[in-house]
């Protein structure tokens, strides 16, 4: 798959297969979207294009509303659409400026003119160009006067529920992993590096990595303890991760740190990929270290059973 990062940068296609959208997690829905793409593109022997969006509108267009946490980080969703099958893949600086093209612009200029769109796919209700004027009738009344077909993915629903990335964000946010993995396709996660703590959990026999994010726009899940997978080097361990802010010890600061199971490195300042799988229990307060101690241990007998049975 080729990035760009500027239209400039980007040849019109013989057959172009386009779809545009923000992408933020590249969930079920996306995902039929993008497997359309695929089915038309090998069917003309074209090639697939998603145009993208970064930073996300929301936070361009509405500054003033609470900050917006997000599924993916732009290295994540292109690895998630690389492994879709995409061939292009268009990232747009959106800015106040860029924000406010019409839509007819947004038509010609890039969809005919720089992509050489000749199959455009958008999934339900999808809005495009300066104050979301743009829509599927709009496209529909403009395709065939500039050489394209056009196609409308149906709302997609599972469990009769709309999959959308703000279900997505809500149940993360609950610590309900079973609908958030279940509308993403896969299990949620979360990337960083390796920080140094203060030893806590060596002490108390569970050793913990703990975790600077790659990202302050990445959503973390709901505190508590979690079953989770772990990739280090291209090898996956079992373990369980800890979100909270340690009001055993009445710590302020929210952390995040990972017991990984069979492990036994120095992997300081190194990257780590956790896979939430299960919320196994809320973060709470003990009375004293050894209750701790003690629940830890229960704890990871409940994440090995979560983990045995994958």
């Known amino acids: 798959m080729k990035i760009y990062h500027t239209l400039e940068d980007f040849t019109p296609l013989?057959?172009?297969?386009?779809?545009?959208?923000?992408?933020?997690?590249?969930h079920v829905g996306h995902q039929k979207i993008l497997q359309r793409l695929n089915e038309v593109s090998d069917k003309n022997n074209g090639e697939t294009v998603v145009i993208t969006f970064w930073p996300h509108p929301r936070l361009i267009l509405r500054p003033d509303e609470p900050f917006m946490q997000l599924l993916n980080t732009f290295e994540e969703k292109a690895e998630l659409l690389r492994e879709q099958g995409v061939n292009h893949l268009i990232r747009i600086p959106f800015t106040k400026e860029f924000?406010?093209?019409s839509s007819q612009e947004f038509i010609t200029k890039i969809l005919v003119e720089t992509i050489g769109t000749k199959k455009l796919v958008i999934g339900y209700d999808h809005r495009f160009g300066k104050n979301r004027e743009g829509s599927f009738e709009q496209l529909k009344l403009n395709a065939s006067t500039y050489g394209f077909d056009l196609e409308e993915i149906s709302r997609q629903d599972v469990d009769h529920v709309g999959v959308s990335s703000t279900r997505i964000r809500k149940a993360l946010e609950e610590g309900d992993l079973d609908t958030s993995n279940h509308f993403l396709g896969r299990p949620y996660s979360l990337s960083g590096r390796i920080i140094k703590g203060d030893k806590l959990g060596r002490i108390l026999g569970f050793p913990t990595a703990n975790l600077e994010l790659d990202s302050h726009d990445k959503l973390v899940p709901a505190?508590?303890?979690?079953?989770?997978?772990?990739?280090?080097?291209?090898?996956?361990?079992?373990?369980?991760?800890?979100?909270?802010?340690?009001?055993?010890v009445n710590g302020t600061r929210r952390s995040i740190e990972v017991n990984i199971f069979e492990f036994d490195k120095d992997i300081y300042g190194e990257t780590l990929h956790i896979y939430f799988i299960k919320l196994l229990r809320r973060d709470s307060k003990f009375s004293d270290l050894e209750s701790l101690k003690n629940q830890l241990?229960?704890?990871?007998?409940?994440?090995?059973?979560?983990?045995?049975?994958?």
């Open 14 to 26: 013989r057959y172009g297969v386009v779809t545009s959208g923000t992408f933020d997690g590249v």
């Open 99 to 101: 924000s406010q093209i």
């Open 223 to 248: 505190e508590g303890i979690y079953a989770v997978k772990v990739g280090h080097e291209n090898k996956i361990y079992g373990g369980m991760l800890y979100i909270g802010t340690r009001p055993t």
């Open 297 to 310: 241990q229960r704890d990871k007998d409940s994440a090995l059973a979560v983990l045995k049975n994958l």
